[in-house]
């Protein structure tokens, strides 16, 4: 599936990872909290990303999940059959941006929603990944390990996930859903390469590359 080209929307959950709360000084969610970005903040590898150079731009490495089957109140038990298939991605987010919007209790629109703020891999067929709590997900820059997590660690699973935000809007074929990041986020320059992979049972299913450069 294209999902870059059918989907309408990306929707982002936040502070799923323990240790990534805790890098953050952030506070333990009791219900999955998400945010909305913009499906023109997709960036397919291999490629460039282009970044607002006054910023401090972090990377976030998460498993991005496919709908496949519309779908609205879900219900956990029957989320993985409106799921077609995954997909690796990069959460960026101009963390300086970030932490000024907390502060103010503002919106995280501006933080993560700039065009090549989601750089994504290909599509990976459902049946590729059985057990979505059961991958791991990496990301190198300039060829050091930053991050490098099993899903199993997520708070929130991919069932719960899928129902909690369809209680809120239909979930539409093409929609991404992405995961929450784990610990090991930091900044990206001018100049930096990145890599990214995923890995079911030890099998590499995508790998994707970018290049970092100031845009102007």
């Known amino acids: 599936m294209d999902f870059v080209r059918r989907g309408k929307k990306i929707i982002a959950i936040g502070e799923n990872y323990l240790d990534h709360i805790k890098e953050l000084n952030s506070v333990i969610p009791t219900e999955v909290m998400f945010f909305l970005k913009p499906t023109t903040s997709y960036l397919k590898s291999p490629a460039t990303i282009l970044i607002p150079p006054k910023n401090n731009i972090h990377h976030e490495v998460e ?3 496919v709908i496949g089957k519309p779908g609205f109140q879900i219900k956990a038990e029957n989320a993985l059959d409106h799921v077609s298939g995954y997909a690796l991605a990069l959460d960026l987010t101009a963390r300086d941006i970030q932490f000024e919007a907390r502060k103010k209790g503002y919106p995280w629109s501006l933080c993560k929603g700039y065009d090549h703020f989601t750089p994504i891999g290909k599509f990976i067929p ?5 057990n979505p709590d059961n991958v791991r997900i990496w990301v190198e820059v300039s060829k050091k390990i930053r ?12 069932p719960e996930i899928i129902e909690y935000v369809s209680n809120v809007m239909t979930l539409e074929e093409g ?3 992405i995961t929450g990041t784990p610990k090991g986020v930091g900044q990206i320059v001018e ?24 845009r102007t």
Do not use: C, H, W
Request: cysteine-free; aromatic content about 6%.
């Open 63 to 65: 498993l991005g999940v």
């Open 126 to 130: 459902k049946e590729n990944i059985p």
């Open 147 to 158: 991050q490098n997590e099993n899903t199993g660690l997520m708070v929130f699973k991919v």
């Open 175 to 177: 929609d991404l859903i």
């Open 191 to 214: 100049g930096d390469s990145v890599v990214a992979g995923i890995e079911y049972e030890g099998k590499e299913l995508d790998r994707i590359d970018f290049q970092v450069k100031n």
